[in-house]
């Protein structure tokens, strides 16, 4: 097609950049032929203009659509350029995160620099046995296509792994080894496939090293071939080496680090093992500190060499060996430390007593000075004499580190050759897989011998890989039957020529390194002169006559001639080597002495099966001549290498490329650069250039007719689609030779697809134009119509509404008139009225107002007058009182003036002498005279006194009379006097009283107010204080209301505590029950794989089977089950017979089988021991919780623990007195062996023995008996037997015939039997005690949950009431126990009075039986009757039903008829459901009632073997599967509802109940075939897989149910041809038909429903698994039309469940996960919300499935659109909280813990009919 059709405007192209190499851009306007020029536009909006190369006009190469854009095969891309590679790996690695990605033929793998979670076991097991382009490119694909291939082909494989350092080839290598030991497995018990994984640490510890580029770069090429037998199982491996970089030992470019062994070593010289290698840091040593970065981060050295230590214990490398290994390595660190000075300009010497050569000399066992001579000399050899020649120190130092490089060589050699010895194979070797790990393409700055070699291999490895690919594509085209024309295609043979050819590269190398004088410069000028003017490809330097350049198919390359020789020579002193030769140290000598001398540490003969290992380094077996190094090193690897490629040749060849993505090592980081510089080098251009050559679209006629439909025309579809896709073809592409018609396919050339699909967008985006056009019209007149019937309906509403308004607002008027008229008369009313009666109030107040104030005037008159009165009579008082005062005052100023006047006088005279003697004169007279005087005034003075005092009285009364007239006389003057001064003074007066009157009318005002205000106050107080006082009590209540929530809280919260732990053990129980059963399925395994084991021994022996022979059964049940099987015994004296023929094979075999399976034994003891205590482990954290609890209750219960303790002090009593009863009732277990009856017969009287007299007499009575007849039946019984030896003896003296003989050893026969039933007595009543001990356990647990509940009740309580709550609860409980304990007293008495009655009945039936027995003989086969074994004597009626008789003889027969030769399609198909359980149960029960437990033991061992046996020879076949698990589970619960526990008894009727095992405790029994139960539905779930796996994934994923919905991708997934061919078509009806087969089966066969809804269960967690594990795993199946297909079939799965009433079992929920990810492939992907709505919504999803599905979403057409990385990144910053599995696929061979509820039968077993057709004619009813 023409240019201008293809760019046209908005064409995207690539163009050309220096930074991101190619850029997108897109055209601005169309392009015409002749424009010089494109006007582009780039991404950014930037416009260009792209100039068009004026002598080749190439356009630019034209871009992908979207829709192509991430492909998972490079080659289906229909632009096949290096853009468009580039770019499609580009989106994968960043917004994708898909490492890996096909390229035709090769896988390319990106170094991510991070761990992914993609190499785990289930996604191996998702790979196996998947075709190619099933799934997503992986390198698990890659080996499963190779194993598949060599199982399939039966030819050999190779895995070539190429890449540069750092790419990533050793984990490719490593991982695609681990897919081979996982899938395969091994072939014996060696663990090959281990070991083969074991030797990567030990080749990375020696051979890898820390790069520039890599952390943990493969400095050497190694080619493994894994062997596998004719099973296809490893068997054994061999390892081949290539180039190891020995110069790495002596010297390191800066950040880079020695090989790891070195490190580790100096890391872990502190162990006590490795004090004596006299090491230190790795800064210490000149070999280890020139990178000057010792240490990786993240690597701890110290721990590596623990691994590599282990590894080297795997491989059989012993410790001794190991400790020799390191001496050499550090002796090698040592020798690089030796220092070596000049002597002189010519020669050299080393120190005397240097500490690093006598440390070396110390570990290699070498003399000191021999080793440090000719480390400094050197011998020379002429042709008559010999001598030594000293040599200058650069030659000395070179000598020095030459030794080390060889010692290093040839220690890596012996260590490679040591572990093939480990692992080669012991058998013969069928077929390999190989896997070449070997270095890429390399080209630096500096690039010598070394870049050279590696090179040159990779020139072999790509013209090895051209030829392949472009033979694939021949075949191709041939199988298609198309012209086949010749695609050219580069062709590197003419480098490979000038490399290997005569007289090339390497043939002048070796011929220069023969010249005596022969140096790199003379090399240089020979490469000049003989290919600088011959050959193309060989160019020389313009700036350099030491180097030349070679042309490589990659690049060119520039090597330095400098070195070139030295490397190729490889030169070693003989001197030296001479000396390590005559080394004391064995493993040295070792190192250097022939390989067929050579010993191994492993103590292993190499096998002569397995394959020859080829030697790579070189020679061993040369002579200690001169010519020792006459092999270059160019010439072997020259050598190795074709070999090497002849091995390839040989094989069928996988590519892996792996790809570094940028040089920083970050992680998810691209550089185009790199990347394109990568794609170049290794070869994936070159594979793209060759499909593009041919016809690299491939399209099958249907995906071509489903695809472009829409280009047809109805008239172009014809019935033949094969003619409509030529017929459309024609039309559409004009030029024929754009595609050509295969067999099956169309093959198209290098983008007709595209344009196939711009058509098809064409005619899409037209048809939707014309829609849009046809739809907008359509809703633009429907839009129209609406709104004009809406107007017209607006119109009418609003004229009525217009209407309605103009009448209302009449109405309106008229009534607001009226309205008006009535409400002016009324306001004109109440105006009258109210002015009326303001006149009435205003007379009335007005009339008041003039009364008051008349009252008023009259009370201020008459208040005035009292005033004037108290007034004036208080001015009277006042002025009174002030001339009172007055006189007074006079008066005493008066008398003071008189005083002192007296005084001063009498001091004056008391001074004078003679003054005072007159004084004295005649003083005493003077006193006598004066106390007469005295007296007689005193006597005088009285009278005067007395009439004084009545004068004074009338004076008094006078004066006061005269006072108060002159008062009186005064105020009157005074009024008059003063009149009209006090009028003025009275009127002030007045006027000042007013003022205060006044004044105190304002305070009372004041005072009113205040109080009034102090009242409001005090009233707004009082309601605030109310309402604080309701806001309190509303507190209150709302505290009261709080604590109540918080009880309940509490209540709850402990409620919730107890479900979560109860949940918790749950959870752990259904674990242990899971993992108990896996280990049942381990043992299951262990057995088939010992019994096939058995089968070949036996075969490869050649001696038949011996007859079968019995051996006595003296184990337990378990012990039968487990160790005991028929095939066993049959092969016992077999394996006696065989013991010399095969002493030769692997005996250890069988003892490791063996100890397994004692070890599996026991622990499924220990498991069964778990699982018993666990509920005792929950009752003891629910106890010691509930002590907790009530601790922390304190003294609140104290009250209550004080009644409860006499409470339980009373019950105690009444349970002691209980069981005193019980124990009086309870006698002496060893009298009681013999009881006759059922187990309750004995047990009960084994109670009545020591109350009742008459049953004492009838005991001793029995007991006489028996002794008797065992003293009888004794005789000839060794003395330590012997009960009553005294009585034996004389009784052997009276048997003197046969018969008594015979009679005697018959009745020692029974003894034993009876001694034998005795111990099976006291297990019995043993078990019968634990049995209620559990019981009494179950009821301590109920009584406990009920405690705990009135806990949680009395916590909501108050206080108060709870104290009274418990108490009653627990005197309700007590009361409750007495009655029940009353109960029981009354229920053993009625009991006693019952059987005394049948005791006196049975002991009169053993007299009389006695008596018979002492007249006649018994038969020795009815030992039922015999009294010696009164275990049988009684009997409940004398017509059994329900059992069957066989004889001893037939047990076998049965068997075979009932078990081993019963079809579940033929005769089975009519019989009862579960008839052959009850038929054995029904015979179990005839050997139970004739109490031989032999004949029981060796029944149900029978049985159970059997079943083994069917279930391993059919065990593929789901209707026997399931047939027998019906029956195993129906004989399990025939078990349990006929042992006689009354847990399984309460659906029984009488007659059931009659017809329970009375002899013996079969619960051992029914735990053996739990197990067995287990098996076989493990076995059942096998057969499911296998049936439904091959259809989950074509029925759910790949058939569209819904036609038309999943439209086919355009590419159309290129599958590998050489994949698997075609398989049958499975669609979702095929998977509900097999459902139902399932189903209907399973209920033909009659198997527990609730057992039906546990598979059921399974098979939907099957279907879900395995569909979302491939749709993980397969990113054309994410899209959002497979999301509809995937819930349309997930509704119809439902749907099957609700026809089958399964809907509520947990079913539809194992698909939850499922139906979440479809939903997640619908759901909008783009806004914050969506993301929120995605967490919401993925619960039952990982974050690793989730990221997974958005970055797998991929859409089928242009109107979707991709999940954007920002997105995406927002959902895992979202989930990063979430914790869950970090495990992205499912695990589908996890199967659910099955459990077996009991589920009792309501079929009478008496009425059972035996049919005919099961030839079982020999059983009998009893």
């Known amino acids: 097609m023409a240019a201008s059709e293809l760019y046209t405007k908005s064409a995207r192209v690539w163009i050309p950049d220096s930074e991101e190499v190619w850029k997108s851009a897109e055209l601005v306007k169309d392009y015409n032929n002749g424009h010089q020029s494109l006007q582009l536009m780039l991404e950014d909006g930037t416009k260009v203009e792209h100039k068009l190369d004026p002598k080749t006009k190439n356009l630019p190469h034209l871009r992908n659509p979207d829709i192509l854009v991430g492909e998972n095969d490079l080659t289906a891309l229909s632009y096949l350029h290096e853009p468009a590679v580039l770019h499609n790996l580009k989106v994968r690695f960043i917004d994708s995160k898909l490492i890996y990605t096909y390229c035709g033929i090769v896988l390319v793998a990106i170094n991510p620099y991070e761990t992914l979670p993609i190499y785990s076991t289930d996604i191996i097991n998702a790979y196996s046995g998947q075709n190619m382009g099933d799934m997503d490119p992986h390198i698990f694909a890659v080996a499963e296509e190779a194993y598949k291939q060599m199982a399939r082909d039966e030819r050999n494989q190779s895995i070539i792994v190429s890449g540069e350092s750092g790419a990533g080839k050793t984990v490719s290598a490593k991982y695609a080894m681990r897919y081979f030991a996982t899938v395969s497995g091994s072939a014996s018990e060696a663990n090959i496939e281990e070991k083969v994984l074991a030797s990567n640490p030990i080749m990375e510890a020696i051979g890898n090293a820390k790069t520039t580029r890599n952390d943990n770069s493969s400095r050497f090429g190694k080619y493994i071939e894994i062997g596998f037998d004719n099973r296809y199982r490893i068997i054994g491996a061999n390892m081949r080496t290539y180039l190891l970089e020995k110069s790495r030992v002596v010297f390191q470019a800066e950040e880079e680090r020695n090989y790891h062994i070195f490190y580790q070593l100096c890391a872990s010289a502190h162990l006590p093992e490795l004090k004596v290698l006299k090491l230190g840091r790795a800064n210490e040593f000149l070999y280890t500190r020139q990178g000057r970065n010792p240490v990786i981060e993240g690597v701890d050295d110290t721990k590596e060499l623990g691994t590599t230590r282990h590894a080297f214990t795997l491989l059989g490398i012993n410790e001794s060996y190991q400790m020799g290994l390191f001496q050499v390595l550090a002796a090698i660190l040592h020798l690089g430390n030796v220092e070596i000075k000049d002597r002189d300009s010519d020669s050299s010497i080393i120190p005397p007593n240097n500490s690093h050569l006598t440390s070396f000399c110390e570990l290699v066992g070498v003399s000191y000075q021999d080793m440090s001579q000719w480390l400094c000399h050197r011998r020379l050899k002429t042709a008559t004499e010999t001598y030594v020649k000293a040599v200058p120190r650069l030659q000395a130092t070179n000598s020095r580190d030459a030794l080390s490089k060889h010692i290093y060589a040839k220690l890596f050699n012996w260590i490679v050759e040591h572990v093939n010895k480990a692992l080669i194979a012991n058998v013969k070797q069928h077929s390999f897989i190989g896997v070449l790990d070997i270095y890429g393409f390399e080209t630096f700055d500096i690039n010598s011998f070394e870049q050279f070699c590696i090179n040159y291999a990779n020139e072999k490895l790509q013209q090895q890989f051209n ?1046 020879k059919r065990g593929d076949d789901f209707e026997t599967v399931s047939f027998w698990l019906a029956n195993t589970c129906r004989f399990l619960h025939c078990l349990k509802q006929y042992s006689g526990d009354e847990a399984f008894m309460k659906h029984n009727s009488v007659r059931q109940n009659e017809h329970c095992l009375s002899n013996f405790d079969l619960a051992e029994y029914r735990q053996v075939i739990s197990d067995l139960a287990i098996q076989i539905f493990q076995q059942l779930v096998k057969c499911m897989d296998n049936i439904l796996l091959p259809m989950i994934v074509s029925g759910m994923l790949e058939h569209e149910t819904i036609q038309g919905v999943s439209g086919v991708k355009p590419t159309g997934l290129r599958k590998r041809t050489s994949s698997i061919a075609d398989e049958g078509i499975y669609t979702l009806d095929s998977i509900l038909r097999q459902l139902s087969a399932f189903h209907s089966t399973m209920c033909q066969h009659g198997t527990d429903p609730e057992l039906i809804k546990q598979v059921v269960k399974q098979q939907f967690y099957i279907i879900g698994a395995a569909t979302l594990n491939n749709l993980l795993l397969r990113k054309d199946m994410c899209s959002w039309s497979k999301g509809m297909q995937i819930r349309y079939n997930v509704s119809q799965l439902e749907e099957w469940l609700r026809d089958k009433g399964l809907m509520g079992w947990g079913a539809k929920e194992t698909l939850e996960p499922l139906i979440q990810a479809a939903q997640l492939l619908q759901v909008k992907k783009k806004t914050d919300e969506d993301a929120e709505a995605i967490c919401s919504m993925c619960q039952a999803l990982t974050t690793a499935q989730i990221v997974k599905v958005l970055n797998l979403y991929t859409p089928v057409n242009e109107f979707e659109e991709r999940v954007s990385v920002s997105f995406i990144r927002t959902i895992q910053t979202r989930l990063r909280d979430r914790s869950d599995s970090p495990h992205l696929l499912m695990d589908t061979k996890m199967i659910y813990p099955v459990t077996f509820p009991f589920n009792p039968s309501s079929l009478a077993l008496e009425t059972i009919q035996i049919p005919s057709s099961l030839n079982l004619g020999f059983l009998s009813r009893v």
């Open 467 to 1512: 030829m392949h690919v472009f033979k694939l594509e021949q075949e191709e085209y041939m199988r298609e039957q198309i012209p086949w024309t010749l695609i050219d295609f580069y062709d590197n043979q003419p480098c490979i020529n000038l490399i290997e050819a005569k007289m090339g590269i390497l043939d002048l190398l070796d011929e220069e390194c023969k010249m005596p004088k022969g140096s790199d410069d003379s090399w240089a000028q020979k490469l000049y002169n003989t290919h600088l003017k011959t050959c193309s490809l060989f160019e020389k330097p313009r700036m350099s006559n030491r180097a030349f350049i070679i042309q490589h198919f990659a690049d060119k390359v520039e090597y330095q001639c400098d070195a070139f020789l030295e490397k190729n020579k490889d030169t070693v002193n003989e001197d030296q080597i001479n000396v390590l030769k005559a080394s004391k140290f064995p493993l040295l000598v070792e190192l250097f002495q022939d390989e067929g001398k050579a010993t191994s540490p492993t103590g292993q003969v190499p096998g002569t099966g397995g394959r020859t290992r080829l030697s790579v380094k070189p020679d061993k077996s040369r002579d200690k001549s001169s010519k020792e190094h006459k092999k270059t090193v160019g010439c072997q690897f020259r050598n190795s290498l074709q070999m090497l490629m002849g091995t390839l040749n040989a094989t069928t060849p996988h590519y892996v490329r792996c790809i570094k993505p940028n040089d920083v090592k970050q992680a998810f980081t691209f550089d185009p650069k790199r990347a394109v510089q990568q794609l170049r080098a290794c070869g994936v251009l070159e594979t793209i250039r060759i499909s593009a050559a041919g016809f690299p679209s491939r399209w099958t006629y249907q995906e071509f007719f489903s695809r472009y439909r829409v280009l047809m025309k109805q008239k172009d579809v014809l019935p033949d689609k094969r003619l409509t896709c030529r017929n459309v073809l024609e039309k559409l592409v004009e030029d024929q030779d754009k595609y050509q018609f295969g067999k099956t396919k169309i093959f198209f050339r290098a983008g007709q697809v595209a344009y196939l699909e711009k058509l098809r967008a064409d005619k899409l985006r037209v048809a939707c134009i014309r829609i849009q056009k046809t739809i907008r019209c359509w809703l633009a007149r429907k839009k129209y119509l609406r709104q004009r019937e809406a107007a017209i309906t607006i119109q009418r509403f609003t004229r009525g509404y217009q209407a309605r308004c103009l009448a209302k607002f009449m109405r309106r008027t008229q009534a607001a008139t009226i309205i008006q008229k009535y409400q002016r008369m009324c306001v004109e009313r109440k105006r009258y009225r109210q002015k009326q009666a303001a006149a009435l109030a205003m007379q009335r107040i007005l009339r008041a107002y003039m009364a008051r104030q008349k009252y008023l005037a009259l009370v201020r008159e008459a208040k005035v007058v009292i005033i004037q009165k108290r007034v004036r009579g208080w001015l009277a008082r006042c002025w009174y009182k002030r001339c009172l005062r007055a006189i007074v005052y006079l008066q005493c100023c008066m008398r003071r003036m008189k005083a002192r006047r007296e005084l001063k006088k009498l001091k004056i005279e008391a001074r004078s002498v003679e003054h005072f003697k007159k004084l004295n004169k005649g003083m005493e007279n003077k006193i006598m005279q004066l106390q007469r005087k005295i007296d007689e005034q005193n006597k005088d003075s009285r009278l005067v006194i007395e009439k004084l005092a009545s004068v004074e009285i009338s004076y008094a009364a006078e004066s006061e009379k005269m006072r108060t007239e002159l008062n009186r006389l005064h105020g009157v003057e005074e009024d008059a006097r003063n009149k009209t001064n006090q009028l003025s003074t009275l009127l002030e007066e007045l006027e000042r009283l007013k003022k205060e009157l006044a004044t105190t009318q304002k305070e009372k005002k004041t005072i009113e107010d205040w109080t009034q205000n102090y009242k409001t106050q005090m009233e707004k107080t009082v309601s605030e204080l109310k309402e604080q006082n309701g806001s309190l009590k509303k507190e209150k209540d709302d505290l009261n209301r709080m604590i109540q929530e918080q009880s309940q809280q509490m209540t709850e919260k402990m409620t919730r505590a107890i479900a979560q732990e109860t949940q918790q053990l749950e959870t752990d129980l259904n674990e242990e029950r899971s993992r108990y059963q896996n280990l049942l399925s381990e043992h299951l395994r262990l057995e088939e794989k010992y019994d096939d084991l058995k089968e070949e021994m036996a075969s490869s022996s050649h001696i038949s089977k011996p007859g079968h022979r019995r051996t006595d059964s003296t184990h337990s049940s378990n012990g039968s089950e487990y160790t005991y099987n028929s095939e066993y015994t049959e092969m016992e004296d077999g394996s006696r017979t065989r013991e010399d023929v095969t002493r030769g094979l692997d005996t250890s075999l069988t003892l490791k089988l063996q100890k397994r399976l004692t070890e599996l034994e026991q622990e499924k003891q220990s498991l069964r021991d778990e699982l018993e205590n666990k509920e005792d482990q929950y009752q003891r954290a629910r106890a010691r919780d509930d002590a907790q609890f009530k601790k922390a209750r304190g003294a609140e219960l104290e009250y209550e623990s004080l009644k409860r303790q006499e409470l339980e002090s009373e019950n105690k009593k009444l349970k002691h007195n209980l069981a005193e009863m019980r124990h009086s009732l309870l006698g002496d277990k060893t009298a009681n062996v013999g009881a006759p009856g059922s187990p309750a017969y004995k047990v009960l009287l084994d109670q009545l023995n020591a109350s009742c007299e008459e049953l004492d007499v009838r005991k001793e009575e029995v007991l006489i008996l028996r002794s008797q007849l065992v003293s009888q039946k004794e005789a000839f019984h060794h003395k330590e037997t012997m009960t009553e030896p005294s009585v034996f003896a004389k009784d052997v003296s009276k048997l003197k015939d046969a018969d008594e003989l015979k009679q005697a050893y018959i009745g020692l026969k029974d003894t034993n039997r009876l001694l034998e039933q005795q111990l099976q007595t006291q297990r019995r009543g043993h078990d019968n005690e634990v049995e209620s001990l559990r019981g009494e356990l179950q009821s301590v647990k109920e009584e406990n949950n009920r405690q705990q509940q009135l806990l949680a009740q009395n916590l909501q309580l108050p206080p108060e009431a709870r104290i009274e709550a418990s108490l009653q609860h627990e005197i309700t409980r007590l009361t409750n126990e007495n009655l029940d304990l009353m109960e029981q007293l009354e229920k053993q008495d009625r009991t006693i009075r019952k059987l005394k009655k049948q005791l006196k009945v049975y002991s009169k039936r053993i007299g009389e039986m006695g008596a018979g027995q002492n007249e006649g003989q018994t038969s020795p086969g009815q030992m039922v009757e015999e009294p010696i074994h009164p275990v049988n004597i009684p009997r409940r009626e004398k017509d059994f039903q329900g059992m069957l008789e066989y004889k001893k003889e037939d047990e076998m027969k049965l068997v075979k008829n009932l078990i081993l030769e019963l079809k579940p399609r033929g005769v089975a198909v009519n019989l009862i459901p579960g008839l052959p359980a009850y038929i054995l149960f029904m015979c179990l029960r005839h050997a139970d009632y004739v109490n031989d437990d032999q004949k029981v033991r060796t029944l149900l061992t029978s049985t159970i073997n059997s079943i083994k046996k069917i279930l391993k």
